[in-house]
T-cell receptor
């Protein structure tokens, strides 16, 4: 069965430190991959997406993600987090039929 | 670009009443719209997919008679929760897609429903 796994439910990081959020997928073929961010009580904002091509994808707010086919992973990174990056982050995948499947989410807490 | 709005942003209703939630794509035509439900501290669960001018496709376990979806135009989809009960209280989020294969979805801000 198709699945998206975010192993880390909760991550605490100091402001200014680097951040990496893990995402693994299980699909028959390489799906389209996305990272979304959700602030409390808000909808989802698209950070970046991978369809094909360059495996290092640049997104908004200084985020990037690297697609690794051999590891079925699409990890999100940011070199230096800001307090405003505290939020819930969702990895998602879809095949060509468009149904997005979300991971369970990773809650990021930023400490001073 | 790619802005999706939802109205209302929150609603409180009495048990047994019906509630309509609107989802609009403001600056693009959405060939497909999706409705999700999110429980506190959980991920989004797809409820249904709607294409303009056709019946919605519901996910397994979602009652189509309870959650009525209408996609009357390329910029508007509505979700009506009929005869709402407290267990229907949740955060409902819509998304819209314009890509040829619906690859990228743009999400609305969500509607919080509380049924008393």
């Amino acid at each position: 069965a198709q699945s998206v796994t975010q192993p880390d439910i909760h991550i605490t990081v100091s402001e200014g430190a680097s951040l990496e959020l893990r995402c693994n997928y299980s699909y028959g073929a390489t799906p389209y991959l996305f990272w979304y961010v959700q602030s409390p009580g808000q909808g989802l904002q698209l950070l970046l997406k991978y369809f094909s091509g360059d495996t290092l994808v640049q997104g908004i707010k200084g985020f990037e993600a690297e697609f690794k086919r051999s590891q079925s992973s699409f990890n999100l990174r940011k070199p230096s987090v800001h307090w405003s990056d505290a939020a819930e982050y969702f990895c998602a995948a879809t095949d060509s039929w468009g149904k997005l499947q979300f991971g369970a989410g990773t809650q990021v807490v930023v400490t001073p | 670009g790619a802005v999706v709005s939802q109205h209302p942003s929150w609603v409180i209703c009495k048990s047994g009443t019906s509630v309509k939630i609107e989802c609009r794509s403001l600056d693009f035509q959405a060939t497909t719209m999706f409705w999700y439900r999110q429980f506190p501290k959980q991920s989004l669960m797809l409820m249904a997919t709607s294409n303009e001018g056709s019946k919605a496709t519901y996910e397994q376990g979602v009652e189509k008679d309870k959650f009525l979806i209408n996609h009357a135009s390329l910029t508007l989809s509505t979700l009506t929760v009929t005869s709402a009960h407290p267990e229907d209280s949740s955060f409902y989020i819509c998304s819209a897609s314009s890509g040829p294969y619906q690859e990228t979805q743009y999400f609305g801000p969500g509607t919080r429903l509380l049924v008393l």
